[in-house]
């Protein structure tokens, strides 16, 4: 085992928070080390959430002809030609361009990356489980380890037909129909996705409205313009039972709470995600964690342990990319007094938020 290379910052995740975070702290002149357990980097934000699902709204849109439509007021039926693998193409190639440039950033600014995963042995010291074990020490660590999509034990997730938000990238064709069940910013996004490749999409929601953090009358006209996409909303009601066909080409049927049924190709829970905290060994370093598994943190991003911080998914709400990168440089502004806070926006706009 190696043993105690010394850091003035451990970040624990390259997503979008971790990274931006971990190269700030460099630029001024910390050492910095930065823990990965995947083999790519770039988090959830590259690998199976923003980035994906932003290129694969670009593509439905130039598939579906959208902006053409907006200039020409045309419409086009070429949509059932257009294969899967020419759908995904362009979010392939792009994810595999930003993980690059993800691990380039970290090179040219002297961030040592470990591969393994990382939890506590002390509230100082990570212990890095990868191809051998090492243990680091840091004078500050910074939490930025995602989340991950909640899985309810009695849906019947199989990867293949009835997804998650991010085995949902793993579709290997276009479903004949699709079920989202969950009305927030990945079921709004997916839902216009497939909607506008000519996909029969249903759009369950246990509330009277979408996306209630929004202003009322901004949710009223998305709900207006998913309706123009053919998008059945069903609202105020839930599933509350899935029968899975032993057959593919037969069709998923589901159950309302109403006691209607529903029959569908595909079926995507986007219902919620939770915190990647599991086996971070939180209580080793005195850190308080909340429902969901979100990590506890003040207005500056500090958790009740002064030198450790969180940042990202992983202390929940907005949970976007664009609001984790400030989160990220924010923490570490704090942490080092860097003295940029003033030319740093306090109030995070909800940017990231894309329906096609």
Do not use: W
């Amino acid at each position: 085992m190696e043993n105690n290379k010394s850091y003035d910052l451990i970040v624990i995740g390259s997503g979008p928070a971790g990274e931006k975070a971990a190269v700030k702290a460099a630029y001024f002149g910390k050492k910095v080390a930065m823990i990965e357990k995947s083999p790519n980097a770039g988090g959830a934000g590259v690998q199976t959430g923003t980035l994906p699902s932003k290129a694969l709204k670009e593509t439905a849109l130039y598939f579906s002809r959208v902006y053409e439509k907006q200039i020409f007021e045309q419409s086009d039926k070429r949509l059932t030609k257009t294969k899967h693998k020419q759908f995904t193409y362009r979010r392939d190639i792009a994810r595999i361009d930003m993980q690059e440039e993800v691990e380039n950033n970290f090179l040219r600014h002297n961030v040592d990356v470990y591969r393994g995963f990382g939890s506590f042995i002390d509230k100082h010291q990570i212990l890095i489980k990868g191809d051998e074990e090492t243990i680091i020490s840091g004078k500050n660590i910074l939490l930025a380890t995602g989340s991950y999509p909640v899985n309810p034990p009695e849906i019947p997730f199989d990867g293949k037909r009835i997804h998650d938000s991010d085995t949902i990238l793993k579709m290997k064709r276009f479903p004949k129909s699709l079920c989202v069940i969950g009305a927030g910013v990945i079921g709004c996004e997916y839902a216009t996705i497939y909607a506008a490749m000519g996909v029969k999409v249903y759009l369950i929601n246990n509330r009277d409205t979408i996306l209630p953090f929004l202003d009322t009358e901004i949710a009223e006209a998305l709900v207006k313009q998913m309706k123009k996409q053919e998008i059945e909303i069903l609202f105020n009601t839930s599933i509350t039972d899935y029968k899975k066909p032993k057959k593919e080409k037969d069709l998923i049927r589901l159950t309302l709470r109403n006691g209607d049924e529903l029959e569908t190709d595909m079926v995507l829970y986007a219902a919620g995600r939770s915190g990647n905290i599991s086996g971070l060994n939180c209580d080793k370093a005195g850190v308080e964690t909340g429902e969901r598994e979100i990590v506890l943190v003040n207005e500056n991003y500090r958790t009740n342990i002064p030198h450790i911080y969180a940042v990202g998914d992983v202390i929940g709400f907005p949970a976007l990319a664009s609001t984790s990168m400030d989160q990220g440089r924010v923490a570490i502004s704090h942490m080092y007094n860097t003295g940029d806070l003033d030319s740093m926006q306090k109030i995070f706009p909800i940017r990231n938020l894309h329906s096609s």
